[in-house]
């Protein structure tokens, strides 16, 4: 049977860090006094009457398929402390998920670990296991009431330990990741045998029957995100702030759009910019630079100045798009899920991005992007080569031409023509014409690009482009927005 790469994280062998932590640090080289084996135990793991886990297969055996950014990764965990993020673990019985959630337990004592087969103790107070299939769906009821009120509290990082094989069952959580700003991580154990039916079974540690194993792994489905992209940090968590040398994650966030709101009054400051742009917009030529400024409506959170008496979109956090895969129903969603690049990158990955300018048209306010290296441009899917007008080029445009956060869209507008009005700058800029004017700014040079009218009667579109002098540079986290 082939699985999705969505869901198949590539082998690693595990390497313990050396490194300063703001929280315990995994050491696996503890591992087995950790965790106890048994006769009869699983990597599901059973809780003895002393409390402690145990599992079949021995720790020291487990210990090189851990090897997850989320647990070895310093700035990772900066971020997961900080912030809000929900790790859903996926597989059979057998495969290895709470030896998982035990390990990110030991590595973020501030995780909170919701699993469904907790209810099946709950009634023996931990000491046996008593499994009743009437009332399965009591117990993920359980399981999500209690994810649920972790999620209010902005508990991190929430672990759920669920087999969560079909899509539906996955999309219960991420939908609440979605509802309260988490950052969602879809885990899947490296385990060898975690899809192999004979092992599972020999492996479960509640005796869980073959055909129901079976069951499971024939069950295990893809999750695909509504797009994959970089993103700027959320919410802070319900966790203490530690002071470890580090930026906080999300005041970059705040930062970002704090400084492009800035920048943008200032190109409204400039009487050429602010007449073109009235006019552009349909307003007279002397309007307010304030009362100009609320044309374009916030698309993001924190606000992108004042909240709008009224929102066109649904605000999101600041991000960068880079593939729009509409829960893989998007053409080539299944092959770009399938990369090696994406499916490491999935499992937790701060990457560096430079903001090199910000931009205003009639329709959209925005902030032009550059990736990294290769390892950027191998994880952007987005069409670099749209048509958008008269001066678009006969032959292709470089890969990545198009990277652009949006921050605030024009009434009727959608998100995506953000992407098209870089493209428009892009075009500009590579036929050469000179710019229609410029103007100094304290970060840079304001430059006022003609774009032709798709219809040669029209007037020529304005585009005013902010350049900064020194790009700004962001580390934002790659992720999927489900």
Known sequence: MRFLGVQRPVKHRFQRLHDDRMVPVLDLSTADATFEESDNGALNGDITPSGRLTFSKSASKLREFVNFPFLTDKELGEWIVQTRFMIILRGAP??????????????????????????????????????????????????????????????????????NTR?????????????????????TPQTPWRFDVDELTSSTQHRVPLEMVRWKVRQFEPVYPIYYGWFWAGEASCNPVTKTGLKNPRDSTEQ???????????????????????????FDANIDPIKLASYWHSAVLPDFGHPPARREVKPSRPHL??????????????????????????????????????FVTKRTVGLRITLEGSQQLDLWNSDDDAAVGPDSPS??????????????????????VTGLDVLRIFDVEASGRSDASQVPLPRGILRELLVSPSNPTDHPDHVFYYQ?????????????YY
């Open 94 to 163: 057998g495969s290895g998920k709470s030896y998982i959630a035990s390990c990110i337990k030991e590595r973020y004592p501030t995780a909170e670990v919701c699993s469904s087969d907790d209810f099946w103790y709950r009634e023996s107070g931990g000491r046996e296991y008593r499994f009743d299939q009437s009332r399965l769906e009591e117990a993920h009821k359980n399981c999500f009431d209690r994810a649920e009120a972790a999620a209010i509290r902005g508990a991190s990082p929430l672990v759920i330990d669920c087999s």
């Open 468 to 480: 900064f002098s020194q790009p700004r540079l962001e580390r934002l986290l790659f992720a999927g």
């Open 256 to 282: 970002i759009i704090a400084d492009a709101y800035i920048d943008f009054k200032a190109i409204l400051e400039v009487p050429n910019a602010r007449t073109q742009l009235a006019l552009a917009c349909g």
């Open 395 to 416: 032959v292709p445009r470089p890969k990545g031409c198009r990277a652009h956060a949006t921050l605030a869209l024009a009434p009727g507008v959608q998100a995506m």
């Open 167 to 187: 899509a539906y069952e996955v999309r219960v959580y991420t939908d609440l990741a979605r509802r309260f700003d988490y950052n969602s991580l879809l885990v």
């Open 321 to 358: 798009t880079a593939m729009f895969a509409a829960n893989g129903k998007e053409p080539g969603a299944n092959e770009y899920a399938e990369k090696r690049s994406v499916v490491e990158a999935l499992l937790g990955a701060v990457q560096p991005v430079n903001v090199v300018g910000l």
